[in-house]
């Protein structure tokens, strides 16, 4: 039976890790951390886990700390926040390229600056191309449930890469809502036990890990990465698939919501997600056929499933938490251009940025949002294709 | 917006435990079965700055996740907020605000800018002093917010916190009864 109980995001995590109870848990334990080693810190305090818990300087050291206990064969994690993510960067691609199948947990906030302590994805999408599986939850029951997922993705042998899973900074990981915990020998069962091929002192066959790529290796080395990240696809659907089975949660790599006759939809990520479901709901009462897809699963981009969803609206609103600067577009938008560049019949397509460094969304935004694809669906002009929303005029 | 949902606002200042009151709401409204969100509006800590924090309470999960601007209950933790803070922007003409002072409220409806709805005041510093020897303000403040607001019942909130005091406080027994104290003695004496 699940557990009926009300936890902020950071809460559910530190629950799931505590379940877990994995080998390793490497963290810097200042700002911008998050509060997760913190309740993680009173478990080990408490006797509740086992793990070798390790202060660090800094963020680089933590997910380096992290990174040898996953080549000596530990199941490590960590968690960070915005400029604590962007310190580490250096030493993602290293857990990427050396197949170090590391879970990291980061409450995603803006990057400086100005200096800013709120949410937006500027941290994790800066880190979109480290390597990292990237999976982001709406809210704290499926930040808990992505966390729950996590390890076996990561650690499957056709996959073996990192993995970090993605909450909103303040909107998730400090509200406290209501979510269902399961049992911690359900959880262990379900997560099972970590057994890595091989470890760098395996006697059979002791390994070297980190050495140097000449050009004459690298390029196989990338390619390899590359097809774990491919392969990763079908595993996330295999653990998801387990997942509603054991736990009765069904996940993908989108949720389509009343997406099925739409004409007008947008693509969105996290808990602004759920406040435009609101919004869905209003129009469709009034006869709009709106809906939306939530990307839960960013890497991979699971770019042909996603263009099969939106296919066959009129028109598409990508809505991006993170600013790119690439003068065209957000990451989302350009991922999403690129996934439906081959079909016959596509949507108008428009990219918004909004909600950075913490601007509120709320259910009206929501709606402006439809209202003009409304006009674009009835053969108004596209106008601007890439807009900011929310910001002050002067 | 579910029609049964309740929306509300807390105003407090940095350290006086406005955040905390809003999650001392939720967790009394989840022991009632109701889905809760609290969360905090955050920007630089700075003990005394002005804060804000929320409640949505309802019987089905929302989705929402923006803060709220047209609550239904606002709760004034501090009252030398009504001089800097437009704390019933938006309010609720149905709803009502609750401030903790010892005044009246046709003495601090004037300092509202016209709020033309329920007006009610709580004295938490005279009901902590004299219960718990201390000034806490979240726990009067919490039974005021329950009483007006209505959205958990008194009887259940008053054995679901008394059932949680006990828990939270198994090592200092002695001070569930005051606290207890404090909830009752609000929930009578909220004026307006």
């Known amino acids: ?394 | 917006m579910e029609n049964d949902m309740i929306e509300i606002r807390w105003h407090g200042r940095g350290g006086q435990g406005a955040k905390t009151a809003s999650q001392l709401l939720a967790d009394a409204a989840f022991m009632s079965g109701k889905y809760v969100q609290s969360f905090p509006e955050y920007g630089p800590e700075r003990s005394g700055a002005p804060i804000t924090a929320y409640n949505r309470i309802s019987t089905e999960r929302c989705s929402v996740h923006s803060n709220i601007y047209e609550p239904d209950f606002v709760a004034v933790v501090d009252e030398t907020l009504l001089e800097s803070v437009h704390v019933t922007a938006g309010l609720k003409k149905e709803g009502a605000i609750i401030v903790n002072t010892a005044k009246t409220p046709d003495e601090i409806r004037p300092l509202l800018q016209g709020y033309e709805g329920r007006v009610c005041t709580i004295d938490a510093r005279h009901i902590s002093i004299s219960n718990l020897g201390a000034y806490f303000p979240n726990t009067p403040m919490l039974a005021a917010v329950v009483a007006v607001s209505g959205c958990v019942d008194r009887e259940q909130f008053l054995s679901d916190m008394e059932g949680s005091y006990r828990h939270k406080f198994a090592k200092k027994p002695q001070v569930v009864e005051g606290n207890l104290k404090c909830l009752r003695q609000a929930m009578d004496e909220v004026k307006g």
């Open chain 1, 1 to 394: 039976m699940s557990i009926r109980e009300r936890l902020s995001g950071n809460e559910a995590i530190a629950t799931a890790m505590r379940q877990i109870n994995p080998d390793v848990f490497a963290m810097f334990p200042i700002t911008p951390s998050t509060e997760i080693p913190q309740y993680f810190a009173q478990y080990v305090a408490d006797g509740k886990v086992d793990t070798e818990f390790i202060c660090v300087e800094s963020e680089h050291s933590s997910l380096s700390a992290c990174l040898g206990a996953e080549a000596a064969g530990c199941r490590a994690v960590t968690a960070t926040s915005s400029a604590g993510l962007s310190y580490m960067n250096e030493v993602l691609y290293v857990a990427g390229s050396s197949r170090l199948p590391v879970v990291l947990a980061v409450a995603c906030r803006a990057l400086t600056g100005p200096i800013n302590i709120n949410h937006d994805y500027s941290d994790s999408m800066a880190e979109r191309d480290s390597g990292f599986i990237q999976i982001y939850g709406e809210n704290n029951q499926e930040v808990y449930d992505n966390y729950l997922m996590a390890h076996r993705i990561a650690e499957h042998p056709s996959v073996r890469l990192p993995l970090m899973v993605c909450e909103d900074g303040f909107i998730t990981s400090h509200a406290i809502e209501n979510i269902e915990i399961e049992e911690d020998d359900k959880v262990k069962a379900f997560v099972g036990e970590y057994q890595p091929e091989n470890y760098l002192l395996k006697k059979e066959n002791p390994l070297a890990v980190g050495p140097y790529g000449v050009s004459g290796y690298y390029m196989e080395a990338r390619v390899a990465q590359a097809q774990a990240m491919i392969n990763a696809k079908q595993v996330i659907l295999d653990v998801a698939a387990d997942f509603e089975k054991t736990f009765g949660r069904k996940y993908g790599f989108f949720e389509e919501y009343r997406m099925e006759d739409a004409e007008i939809a947008m693509v969105i990520m996290g808990s602004s997600a759920g406040t435009a479901k609101a919004a869905v709901d209003q129009l469709r009462k009034n006869g709009v056929k709106a809906g939306l897809v939530k990307i839960r699963v960013f890497r991979p981009f699971p770019g042909e499933e996603l263009a099969k969803a939106i296919a066959h609206c009129k028109a598409v609103a990508v809505m991006d938490k993170s600013e790119g600067f690439s003068a065209c577009g957000g990451p989302l938008f350009a991922e999403t251009s690129g996934a439906i560049i081959n079909l016959d019949q596509r949507p108008k397509m428009i990219d918004i940025v909004f909600g950075l460094g913490g601007r509120d969304f709320t259910v009206a935004a929501a709606l402006s949002v439809y209202d003009r694809l409304a006009k674009i669906a009835d053969g108004g002009e596209v106008g601007a294709v890439y807009t900011h929303m929310g910001q002050r005029e002067k």
